[in-house]
């Protein structure tokens, strides 16, 4: 299929407006995807944003009309929405309607929706492996997701042709699309997003608690390697919250492997075992040069 087919579907709506929600938006709009575009959000400021930006045909913050007579929902909110925002569209939602979202940890995310959604619809649950440290519609970009992973976490006798609607959608967005059960998808995340972000919020939170003098030149010398940690420690507290409140056992079984290695390299460090520092760190640089080739840095 190409960008000059028909609409892919007549009616999406998106509720959630954010990053995410938005940048799927603009790359809907640029790549003609839609027939229609509803925009739905809970926050007043972000409804008048997505007006001014023109990002979608209407925007309201009632999801019940949003999801009127559409044939897709993408739910982009975040995951502690999840309940409250299912409970509210169920009853509007058509016949035979794809609902989707957007979440980064996805057995919750089944959890949550399933039971909630009515018998007529089909949930395709999916999570773009992609973003930034900002929020909100006004840091969205159409390019968001060109180039990355969108996973998608079907439950066991979703129908296929429904999971095709989806990950089409996301490749039309530029997307690679894996699909997997969730209960993987939330291990991997948990140490290749979710450990990684625990850290960083860790190592800048124990630098903000340094005497003012010592942390006035952590700023000054972040060019260090600290940089990079506060851009990851910067990311959206409500959306990080739920992802740890969600992705509880694979996060704390990643925690507990990652401590393990840490007494380890300390225990190095203290013996003066350069060795075993060595040949941890020279295993390491081969992961990041496998990022670099697979176009994923
Ligand atoms: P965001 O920029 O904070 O946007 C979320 C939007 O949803 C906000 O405008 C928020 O309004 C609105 N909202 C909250 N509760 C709502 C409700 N009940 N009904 C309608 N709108 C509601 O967040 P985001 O970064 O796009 O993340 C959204 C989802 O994407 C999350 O589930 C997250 O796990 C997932 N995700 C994020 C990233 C990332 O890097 N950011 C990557 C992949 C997946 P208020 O501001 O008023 O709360």
Redesign the pocket.
Known sequence: MSDTDAPLVKKVTI???????SSLARAIQLHGLAGELVA????HD?CATIERLQLADSVGSD?ATAVRGAGLIVL????G?YA??ARAIAPHLAEGAIVTD???VKAAAIEALAPLLPAHVHLVPG??I???EH???A?GFATLFEGRWCILTPPEGTDAGKVAVVAELWRRCGSMIEVMDAAHHDKVLAITSHLPHLIAYTIVGTAADLAEDAKAEVIKFSASGFRDFTRIAA??P??WR??FLNNREATLEMLQRFTEDLTALQKAIRRGDGDTLYEMFARTRTIRRSIVDARQA
């Open positions: 509720i959630g407006f954010g990053l995410i929600g739905c959000d809970a926050s972000a999801p982009a909110v975040p995951m929405a409250e925002v957007v979440g980064s999570h773009p992609a973003g930034t929020s909100g519609p840091s990311s959206d409500t959306m739920d992802i």
